[in-house]
């Protein structure tokens, strides 16, 4: 599937990929997260990306809420560390009603002090929810230890304290300075033509002006390892375990991605779970992931288990973790771990939803869409040696855990 790339006169790239489908998706991938939040508005990215969709010059809150769901389709966006997305999904033949949409969210929002008061509400209700999930809290506290001192060392929702004292002037500061054409892309995936949409998004974005920010991102310092335990009274021990890692431009992610899969990705043959849960019955889920940013990275195993075996448990995994150092992948076992991961990666590249933000995501980062085929290659060629160089990173000696229990 070809992508269409064009730049308009403000600086704003469009990423344009034409296909025949009963569905449109398009929307702005903007270059700025949480870790871009100065000291006291901690938690601004998350909450700007809510209180959009709360009023504009044009519409009301209930009237933006409709717009999509009047045609079937829905309006969405999500933070991360390092971007934000608005984008909508809709049946074909609502490109213009989308765009037009898009476009006065972050063009026209005007934060309405009572409907930001009541959003800012909601957040801390979306953070007491993760205090009341360890399993997936567990990561923020874990990015809060690996890179203490830094920007990204707050989770992306703030506390319930941060985001209590921010208001809709914050919000429209924030927007202004980085909802900027230099800082976006705009990405649409459906059968409507390339010069129809290019049209409407000249029309609809191409007096947004584009002024610098002059915002300087600084790669965490590493810290030493930790082995951290912390009593919440839980019904069983949530553990992750892990250590920093190259980023998305270091020469080793694939090969970094590739190890994950092989230790603890979806398939019941990754090492992880072989370990712990097929010999040993000592846990119900256990996986690996990588958390990858523009300049620096983690790869942690997460699991829960009965809280007497969380030593054994942790054990395990370090021993895991190193014999891909000890006992490097021959030949066959390489080949059979790339031939699982590609198949993995065709699997996943059918959802239409999934494919449109990853190429929003590849233009913001890298300003073009690698082909599957070229992505097939490029994994494909990776050494046992690239493996060796990735998994290093992972010698128990090196990793810090957390533990709640």
Do not use: W
């Not at 609809?204 to 584009?210: K, R």
């Amino acid at each position: 599937m070809t992508v269409d790339y064009q730049t308009l006169p403000n600086g704003l790239r469009l990423a344009l990929r034409r296909l025949a489908s009963p569905v449109e998706i398009c929307g702005l991938a903007v270059d700025v997260g949480s870790r871009d939040e100065s000291v006291g508005e901690e938690g601004l990215a998350h909450l700007v990306e809510h209180t959009i969709f709360k009023g504009t010059d044009r519409r009301r809150a209930s009237d933006i809420n409709r717009r999509m769901e009047a045609v079937g389709g829905e309006l969405n966006a999500y933070t991360t560390e390092e971007e934000t997305f608005v984008y909508a999904v809709a049946p074909r033949g609502n490109a213009a009603r989308a765009i037009d949409l898009i476009a006065d969210l972050i063009k026209n929002s005007r934060f309405p002090a009572r409907e930001v008061d009541k959003e800012k509400a909601v957040v801390c209700d979306e953070i007491d929810s993760y205090l009341d999930t360890p399993g997936e809290g567990i990561f923020d506290d874990f990015e809060e230890l690996v890179y203490e001192g830094s920007s990204l060392a707050h989770n992306i929702l703030g506390s319930k304290t941060d985001v209590m004292r921010l208001d809709g002037s914050d919000c429209r500061r924030f927007l202004d300075r980085f909802y900027t054409p230099g800082h976006m892309v705009f990405f649409y995936q459906g059968d409507a033509r390339r010069g129809t949409i290019e049209r409407l998004v000249e029309r609809h974005l191409g007096s947004l002006s584009n002024p610098e920010t002059g915002r300087r991102r600084v790669t965490p310092a590493h810290c030493a390892p930790f082995a951290i335990r912390r009593n919440r009274g839980l019904h069983q021990a949530h553990c992750l375990t892990g250590a920093r890692t190259g980023g998305l431009d270091s020469p080793l992610r694939l090969a970094t991605e590739l190890i994950t899969n092989i230790l603890g990705g979806p398939g019941m043959n990754s090492l992880l779970n072989v370990e712990l849960r097929e010999k040993r019955g000592l846990v119900y889920n256990i996986d690996a992931s990588t958390s990858l940013l523009s300049d620096t990275g983690l790869v942690t195993a997460y699991l829960g288990c009965d809280y007497a075996d969380t030593d054994r448990c942790l054990a395990l995994v370090g021993r895991v973790f190193d014999s891909l150092v000890r006992r490097p992948l021959t030949a066959r076992r390489l080949a059979a771990a790339k031939k699982q991961y590609l198949g993995q990666l065709t699997v996943g590249s059918t959802n239409q939803e999934n494919t449109a933000l990853a190429m929003g995501r590849a233009v913001l980062r890298y300003g073009r869409v690698a082909t599957f085929g070229e992505l097939a290659a490029r994994i494909e060629a990776i050494t046992a040696d690239e493996v060796l160089a990735a998994a290093e990173a992972l010698r128990s000696e090196g990793c810090s855990s957390l533990v709640l229990c």
